[in-house]
């Protein structure tokens, strides 16, 4: 059961206030700022919580998805690997009548996936791989490989086997029963149509029918617990960017990690949705002021967060809080620490 009484009515209510909420930050713009096009997913509002100064310096560049990679790769490969091994042996056209669905082996399951792959590439990612096996890049398919084989086997020991009744991976190839498309992206109709926002979340499995009753949860699996915010803001930032992007708040948001097997579940409510409003306004106000020229008095650092971050910062060596930051004692520096003076 959802939360609320009407998850579409709350989905709805969110977007008009987040609708309200860009349109008085657009008024606000000069006639000369041109923000382009601003896409609001997780890792831009993680980037502008650690360090807005960081968000706003790393450009057009920092902004845009870098393209596929082995890192970018590997997660959207294991999906899809683990979608197509579902079709042939679990779903129940495929599996033996009665017999329990056979544990996956993560590494085959990849290896069969890219082989078919290469054979009819039917998405943006199936037609990467298939570039990168006709070039002969071995050592980025071995990494994709590696990194797909490694997805696969964390999601399937964190969520269990078998996996969770009614789970849809979410891939772009169509056609799997095991599987659904994600969902759009929310475009903003805003009163002023210069800046065109939109706002995704790109869950790896949904669990329970996507349907106006907001029964449905969605799952975001990390290979690494890694240096994340609290996972609190993830959770808020996903549950209000799928709220919009549905049109239908869902019930719960499932984030689970390989690394520590962690598998943590965030009923949707108001203070999730608050804080995800939040984080995800945020986003539009840094790109917008980074879209103009600084206004007189304003220092371009003057909301900058110092952190352990600063050591990779390419802003680090102009940044005069992160260098304060990485002078103070007790900081390192290539390799030694700073001792007190
Ligand atoms: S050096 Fe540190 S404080 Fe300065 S922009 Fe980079 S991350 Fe932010």
Known sequence: MSGYADPVGRADD???EVTRRLD????????????GKIYVGWF??????????????????????????????GGTVGRAALARYLDRNVTPAAAAPGADPALPHPLDAVKQW????????????????????????????AATAALATRWVAGFVRVLGWPLPEGLALVVDDPGSPSARRGTPPWRPRLAARRVPVTIGSKPDAVIGTVAPSGGFDVVFHRPNSGDELALTERAAFEATAAALA??????????????TGEKLRFPVRDD????????????????LRASEPLAPGVAEHDDAVPSAACRYC???ATCPPGLAWLDRPGRWHNGLPVLAG
Do not use: N
Request: aromatic share 6%; hydrophobic share 40%; net charge negative.
């Open 14 to 16: 969110l977007r008009a």
């Open 24 to 35: 008085e930050l657009v008024d606000g713009l000069g006639e000369d700022a041109a923000p």
């Open 44 to 73: 831009d509002a993680a980037d502008v919580a650690g360090c807005p100064t960081r968000f706003r310096a790393a450009g057009t560049e920092g902004w845009d998805f870098p393209g596929w990679s082995p890192q970018t790769a």
């Open 114 to 141: 890219m082989r078919e792959a290469r054979g009819t590439p039917t998405s943006s990612i199936a037609e990467w791989v298939t570039k990168l096996w006709r070039f002969g890049e071995r050592a980025d398919l």
């Open 246 to 259: 549905i049109g239908i708040v869902p019930r719960d948001v499932v984030l689970t990690t390989a690394d």
């Open 272 to 287: 999730l949705l608050d804080c995800g409003v939040r984080l995800a306004v945020d986003v539009v106000r840094q790109r």
């Open 314 to 316: 390419p802003e680090r």
